[in-house]
T-cell receptor, first 113, second 109 residues
Framework: SQTIHQWPATLVQPVGSPLSLECTVE??????LYWYRQAAGRGLQLLFYSVGIGQISSEVPQNLSASRPQDRQFILSSKKLLLSDSGFYLC????????????FGQGTRLTVV | GENVEQHPSTLSVQEGDSAVIKCTYSDSASNYFPWYKQELGKGPQLIIDIRSNVGEKKDQRIAVTLNKTAKHFSLHITETQPEDSAVYFCAASGTALIFGKGTTLSVSS
């Protein structure tokens, strides 16, 4: 069966520090991968999605970036965190067409102080 | 791109009552409309979905309706129970799944 792993579960980082959140999917090949951010009152905001290795689409311009170094690995990064980067970050995957069920990880609670 | 509006943002009902959450979307090319339930501190989980070639779908106490002409779809939960309390999100498939801002449903016993 397929599983998605996302870590860490919680993270407290100072303003200006770098960020690296990792997401891996097991049990499937060539998934579509997504990063969402959930902030209070803003729902699930799509940040990045990838339909293959090295293919990254950005939905929201900001100081975050994403990379997909391997088929089932998706990384969210920042060189310098801002207070406004605080939130709940969720990784998700689905197969084939965009219009299929997406499966979410358990999320990372990021607090920038 | 796709834009999804969801209402209401909060909904409080008594156990046994029905709950209705409504969403509208902007991209007429969207053809997949899932609903997710998120419990505190966890990732969202799919509870029901509908495709554009279907007008209604039911799964026990949950139903979803879709009006393509008006570009809106709704989630109906009947005979609500306290364990239905959670945040519910609608979504529409544009270039990726675009979500509404969520509805916090509280079911009191």
């Amino acid at each position: 069966s397929q599983t998605i792993h996302q870590w860490p579960a919680t993270l407290v980082q100072p303003v200006g520090s770098p960020l690296s959140l990792e997401c891996t999917v097991e049990g499937t090949s060539n998934p579509n991968l997504y990063w969402y951010r959930q902030a209070a009152g803003r729902g699930l905001q799509l940040l990045f999605y990838s339909v293959g290795i090295g293919q990254i689409s950005s939905e929201v311009p900001q100081n975050l970036s994403a990379s997909r170094p391997q088929d089932r690995q998706f990384i969210l990064s920042s060189k310098k965190l801002l207070l406004s980067d605080s939130g709940f970050y969720l990784c998700a995957w689905n197969l084939g067409q965009i219009n299929t069920e997406a499966f979410f990880g358990q999320g990372t609670r990021l607090t920038v102080v | 791109g796709e834009n999804v509006e969801q209402h209401p943002s909060t909904l409080s009902v008594q156990e046994g009552d029905s709950a209705v959450i409504k969403c509208t979307y902007s991209d007429s090319a969207s053809n997949y409309f899932p609903w997710y339930k998120q419990e505190l501190g966890k990732g969202p989980q799919l509870i029901i979905d509908i495709r554009s070639n279907v007008g209604e779908k039911k799964d026990q106490r949950i139903a979803v309706t879709l009006n393509k002409t008006a570009k809106h779809f709704s989630l109906h939960i009947t005979e609500t129970q306290p364990e239905d309390s959670a945040v519910y999100f609608c979504a529409a498939s544009g270039t990726a799944l675009i979500f509404g801002k969520g509805t916090t449903l509280s079911v009191s016993s």
